[in-house]
Structure formats: C-alpha cells, structure tokens
C-alpha cells in the first residue's frame, strides 16, 4: 500500500452555488489520501450566497464535513479567496485564528519554498487590460451572475471563455503575475486558484502551480507525494507528474489522462 501524500491542495470548490463537481471531488479525496490540506481559496461561494439561498447536494455536505473532520484534527489550513470576502474582513477584526488565513509559505520535501496563495490579491494590481478585454470580462462576469441566479444546465461562460485564445492568454498572464511575486518574495515557486486553470509547470527557475477548479470539468487537485514529486489529479483519473531533480520545461493537465501514463 502507498504512503498518504505529504500535502493536498485544493481551491476554487465553490460549494452551495449548485455547480460542484461534488461526487468527483468526494471519490478522489477517499482515493488520495494525505497527511495535511491546504484548502488555497473559494472553497465556500459567500458572495453568491448573499444574492441567493445556497443549495447543498447530499454530496457537497460529505465533503463539507470531511474538511470539518481535517480541521479538528489539525490538518487542515485554509487559505481564504475573493468568493470568501466576507470571512476576509472577520478575519481582519478579529483575534489570530491560526488555521484560517490569507497566505503562506510551504517547504517542500526537497526543501522549495513556495508561496501559497489565492491569487486574486494580484488580479487587478499586475495584470493590465485593453478596453475590448475590460468589455468581454465584465460581461463574462455578469453571464456568469444569471448563470448562477438560474441555475442553468448548460455549460458555465466562464468555462467556455478560458477555452479560447484569449481566455487561455489572459489564464497566462495571471500566471505571469503570480510568478513574479513569488520572485519579488524570493521563493522558489508560487500554488494559487482563482483563475480556474490548472497548471503544473517551471517557468523561468520558478514552479507554478494552480489547484485549478471544481466547478466544470475535470476537476484537480494537486498533491505533494510521500517522495517529494508533485501531481496534478483530476477527477476523470488523470494524473501529470512534476520530479524536482529531473523538471524541464512544462505540461498542461489537459494533455495527460489515466490510461497514458
């Protein structure tokens, strides 16, 4: 039997929104276990809950309370994102919670340190636009809002906006942007959500690493392993690989499914 992974990383789950890939999500965290979680963002839907009531599938609440269960047994941190801003400003008021917080720095097996990160704090702040992306965001954005208002069996704009050209350059320039503030912070590498692209790749010297999402398919997570290699899982069993002492260059998780390994 293999040993439990080091770490599991896990964003973007955006749990009561009705959009959960609840039961691929819950058959992959009983398949992989792991010693700690890291929740890195958006794991509730808070702001969407303030325009209406959450739904949570029998599912979502397995999940909802194995994440209670890590925590109370204390493994488990939870790095808050921008869908959780209400939780953000609690948190800025009140006394330390040393479970919950905005980022940190994880070392590695090998010893890398990487900045751990929502990844929203640097959305506006590093990435500019041109009017005409301005236009289309906003207006993914408020497609997005009566998606979820109508709870709409078809696939989310948001998802079908980052299979584009210019969903796919936008999704890398984010990257670029997290890249550089693990840079500036003088890490070695950077694990974020936010952009719902899952990524696992070496930029530059620097590891990127981006949890990806629940909410169309596949789904991933990402796991340091008992040996030290990083992987990016999803939820159809498709597993990409990361070595430290063998990396060069990089890969998409799109490319890598269970039955070509």
């Known amino acids: 039997m293999s040993l439990p992974h080091r770490c599991l990383f896990l964003s973007d789950v955006h749990l009561g929104?009705?959009?959960t890939r609840a039961r691929a999500l819950w058959t992959l965290l009983q398949r992989e276990p792991s010693e700690r979680v890291v929740l890195v963002g958006d794991i509730l839907d808070l702001t969407s809950w303030q325009q209406r009531h959450p739904r949570f599938s029998q599912v979502e609440w397995q999940?909802?309370?194995?994440?209670?269960?890590?925590?109370?047994?204390?493994?488990?941190?939870?790095?808050?994102?921008?869908?959780?801003?209400?939780?953000?400003?609690?948190?800025?008021?009140s006394a330390a919670c040393s479970w919950i917080s905005e980022q940190l720095t994880y070392t590695s097996l090998h010893g890398q340190r990487l900045l751990v990160t929502h990844g929203d704090q640097l959305d506006c702040q590093a990435i500019s636009f041109n009017r005409g992306e301005e236009l289309a965001?906003?207006?993914?954005?408020?497609?997005?809002?009566?998606?979820?208002?109508?709870?709409?069996?078809?696939?989310?704009?948001?998802?079908?906006?980052?299979?584009?050209?210019?969903?796919r350059r936008l999704i890398s320039r984010f990257h670029s942007a997290q890249l550089e503030a693990a840079r500036q912070a003088g890490v070695d590498g950077i694990i974020c959500g936010h952009s719902h692209g899952a990524a696992l790749e070496q930029r530059d010297g620097l590891l990127l690493i981006n949890t990806g999402c629940w909410t169309h398919p596949p789904g991933t997570v990402v796991v340091e392993t008992a040996c030290g290699s990083w992987e990016l899982l999803d939820?159809?069993?498709?597993?990409?690989?990361?070595?430290?002492?063998?990396?060069?260059?990089?890969?998409?998780v799109s490319s890598v499914r269970a039955d070509q390994l």
């Open 17 to 19: 929104t009705g959009r």
């Open 137 to 167: 965001i906003r207006l993914c954005h408020r497609l997005e809002s009566q998606h979820l208002r109508w709870n709409l069996k078809l696939p989310s704009p948001s998802a079908l906006a980052m299979g584009t050209a210019s969903g």
């Open 63 to 93: 999940v909802l309370q194995w994440l209670l269960q890590r925590h109370r047994a204390g493994e488990l941190v939870w790095l808050l994102g921008n869908h959780e801003q209400p939780l953000r400003d609690w948190l800025g008021t």
């Open 235 to 252: 939820g159809n069993g498709g597993r990409q690989q990361w070595h430290p002492e063998t990396a060069s260059g990089h890969t998409n």
